[in-house]
């Protein structure tokens, strides 16, 4: 395969046919060549003869309309690798590629000899590149800018089993990339890309960042840390490690997203319009092999949304396809979160993460507002005020969408909240007006409520847990199945008879009354027995009440039921005392009849 000496144009050829129409009216200048043989056998443990020879000359690309152009290219590579059983005796050497891009030059050089045993490396890269004159080269968008500059001065010369074997001295790579003052902008990020400053050293042992300073709009980063054996990730996949250092004092994540070109109106059309596409499943987060990094976070402000966490810091890492979090702490909702645990990635359709999270004094509405997962597992956040605080522990698989897959989720906890209200709560709204209590069925006050909680095989329960619903002593218990989100939770409430209305009362004396009146003795006592009901979907509960322990469904069934039983009680308490009353005589007569036997019986003949 070859083309001989020809055109340089000839090498613009070779770009895919959906970029050709960039190359419409481009002019260019000097000589190329390319050859390329392949001879030999090729298996399991035989590799063919390769030989391969790219050449350009005198090569100049320059764009119509724009006043400057790229020259002076020469580019000079050969590769060569003999038929033997494998590739090591590949040699890639390319002595020479050079160009100036608008007067800045840019000059690479690369040897590569024995890739597959012990890499034997030899490359350079220098260049003064003025980021602004690329504008007179290539054609750009209207509105896009570019300025700044990009310095490169780097070597590097060594096998790497010197590396390897920790003998530093003998390997050579050292030099520079600096940035100064870089700007991009353009239509397809939603901000201003600036770089004011950054420095990257090389040196044998590490990659060393000295500093990296990037503002997006009004976010800004930095970075500086440094990242090791680095040569032997690039050539022989060994394990590469590193550590970062993160800071910023206004991270917003909005503003990575592309801008958005669609008007408010389109964006409302396309969301009422009915379609039968099925939206892309999310793609499973698949995490690198042989990288074992640590990230120590100092994040003053970080949003994303409707999201905003303050004094974000801790430690984020990567250890072999498993992300992990260590003394995360930040500010979130008005409260505080401490987290930790990990995501392991080794098998991405069927991820795992564990994690550990301590809450503090967490405002109720805002984490609604924020977290769309809050709302999904607990609706009534939404609808309440107050605070919470607690512990969770949660481990869970993912399927290949990135959804939990709740079989698998488990899960334990508590929570304690402060200063609770039922903001237009269906529950306290059913109770209250059934009752005919005011204070349950507007915004009822919550206290005392500390609830322990598991998950196990997709099923949350909640332990039997004591509170007061609008100073009425309660206890919740129930579980939510979180595969279809549907609920099956139960309020019992033990409601002062003087909170209750004339009406209910005057029927419960009556149906007293009505038992003293047949010579029962009964009474209800001091409290009525209520019970709020919840079942079906969390995000549109079904609300009803039962009476007394057995959970008649009216209070007429409860106050029969409780005449039937305390009538039944009566009789039995008759009949026993029917019974004793009997037994006593009964045990008198045997008595008496022993005595006279005896009288009888005893007198001498």
Known sequence: LGSGKTQFA??????????????????????????AT??????????????????????????????????????????????????DAMTIDMSKCTMKIADSPLSATLFLSTPMSDPNIKATLKTALDVASLRDV??????????????????????????EKGNYEDFKADGSITIDDLEYATKSVAQVVKIPSAELIFSPKALNLRSFKL??????????GSLENYLAYYLKGKELRGNLKVSSQNLDLSALMPADSTSAADTKVAENKETTETVAATEPIKLPKNIRFDT?????KISYGTIVLADTKGHLGLYDQVAYLKGITTRVAG????????????????????????????????????????????????????QVSGSIDLNTRFDKAMEPVYTSMNSKGTLATQGLELKNSGLGQTLGKALGIAALEKDPKVEDLNLSYTITDGKLTVAPTTFKL???????????????????????????????????????????????????KASVGETLDIAGIITGPATSPKYSIAYGPDHSPSLGDYLKAET???????????????????????GKLKDKASEALKGIFGKKS
């Open 470 to 520: 609008a100073g009425i002593a309660a206890a919740l218990s129930g579980d939510m199945n979180l595969d279809g989100m549907t609920l099956d939770m139960l309020t019992d409430l033990k409601v002062p008879r003087k909170m209750l209305p004339e009406s209910i009362n005057k029927t419960i004396d009556n149906a007293v009354s009505t038992l003293t009146s047949l010579g029962v």
């Open 138 to 163: 290539m054609p750009l968008e209207k509105d896009d800018k570019v300025n700044g500059k990009i310095n490169a001065d780097v070597a590097i010369a060594g096998h790497l089993s010197t590396l």
């Open 38 to 87: 392949v001879k030999g056998l090729y298996a399991e443990k035989s590799m063919p003869a390769i030989n391969a020879l790219l050449k350009a000359e005198n090569g100049r690309i320059q764009y119509p309309k724009l006043p400057k152009s790229i020259d002076d290219i020469q580019i000079d590579v050969k590769i060569a690798s003999p038929q033997s059983a494998s590739l």
């Open 296 to 300: 120590e976070l100092d994040l003053k």
């Open 215 to 224: 503002m997006l709009g009004d976010s800004d980063i930095s970075l500086s």
């Open 10 to 35: 000839c090498l613009l050829s070779m770009i895919p046919p959906q970029y050709a129409s960039m190359l419409d009216g481009v002019k260019t200048e000097g000589a190329f060549e390319m050859d």
């Open 335 to 386: 409260g505080s979160v401490n987290a930790s645990g990990s995501y392991d990635a080794r098998e991405p359709e069927n991820a795992a993460a564990d994690m550990k999270f301590s809450l503090s004094s967490l405002d109720i509405p805002q984490m609604a507002a924020m977290f769309s997962s809050v709302k999904a597992l607990a609706p009534v956040a939404s609808s309440v005020s107050g």
């Open 564 to 586: 039937q039983k305390a009538a039944q009680k009566a009789a039995d308490q008759a009949k026993a005392k029917v019974e004793e009353k009997v037994k006593e005589e009964s």
